[in-house]
């Protein structure tokens, strides 16, 4: 009698098979190269139809791209289809613990503040206001230095959004690489494995490859996707005549040599 089989003992099993004899990291590195060059030409594509709105436009490109992320994970698991698709014996893929074979584990993939005395002195010239003694140019002096303050800080908020924007995405795309190899065990016993075992096992949990596809990556899109959006709208609202990242640059080169 065939021993009843989980669908992460499967996972644990092609994920160890996957790192043994291929890159999956790598591949999954140019899977998300391969992305972000769709949605850099889509965004292109659109700005040249017209679509100047920004943050629209990286929305509707992203959108795109993850369209196509989630085109070439298909393509994958098709290319990889071939090499599991005729198993014979289920043996091949998932051997039990303590029986030949050891599985691989599986990992699913949180001052102080200081008063001050009083002087002792309450002469009444004492409680004079500060602003008695300032005169037009005094005053004019202090809104200066509140109007520079507030300059500064618009010129260096874009840079920190476009900082910030540069971190997310570089963090969102080093997520979904180190856990390529769960996600291409996943994807391989989910399109393939189930397809060819369910009715052979009894146990086995099943769910459609484009089901898990989405649960792990559709949280990294959609935060990146949000920030990029809103870094559009930030800065189309910084230049409102820009149209573009490199229009927003010379906006600022030419503010700055104002």
């Known amino acids: 009698m065939r021993p009843l089989i989980q669908r992460h003992h499967l996972v644990a099993r092609m994920r160890a098979n996957l790192e043994r004899q291929g890159f999956p990291r790598l591949q999954m590195m140019l899977l998300v190269n391969l992305t972000g060059a769709v949605g850099f030409l889509v965004s292109y594509t659109l700005l040249g139809m017209g679509l100047t709105q ?8 992203f959108g795109f791209a993850y369209l196509a992320f989630l085109g070439l994970l298909w393509l994958w698991l098709r290319t990889r289809a071939e090499d599991y698709c005729d198993i014979s014996d289920v043996s091949d893929v998932f051997t039990p613990r303590g029986e030949g074979h050891d599985c691989a584990s599986f990992q699913g993939g949180g001052g102080s503040g200081g008063g001050g005395g009083a002087s002792g002195s309450f002469d009444a ?7 008695v003694d300032m005169g037009n140019d005094g005053m004019s002096d202090a809104l200066g230095v509140v109007g520079d303050a507030a300059s500064g800080a618009d ?6 959004m476009v900082i910030l924007f540069v971190a997310v995405l570089l963090l969102s795309s080093l997520w979904v690489v180190y856990s ?8 391989l016993v989910d399109g393939v494995l189930a397809a060819s075992l369910y009715r052979r096992l009894r146990g086995l949990e099943s769910q459609h490859w484009l089901e898990t596809a989405l649960k792990r990556t559709v949280w990294p899109f959609v935060v990146t996707c949000l920030l990029l959006v809103a870094m559009g ?4 609202a ?5 149209h573009s990242i490199g229009e927003v640059m010379r906006h600022v080169g030419a503010a700055e040599v104002k």
């Open 54 to 61: 920004m943050w629209l436009r990286y929305l509707l490109a």
């Open 125 to 131: 010239p004492s409680l004079q206001p500060a602003s």
């Open 155 to 160: 010129e260096l908020a874009l840079p920190l």
């Open 180 to 187: 390529a190899p769960v996600l291409f065990a996943e994807l």
């Open 233 to 236: 709208w930030g800065m189309q």
């Open 238 to 242: 910084y230049a409102p005549g820009a």
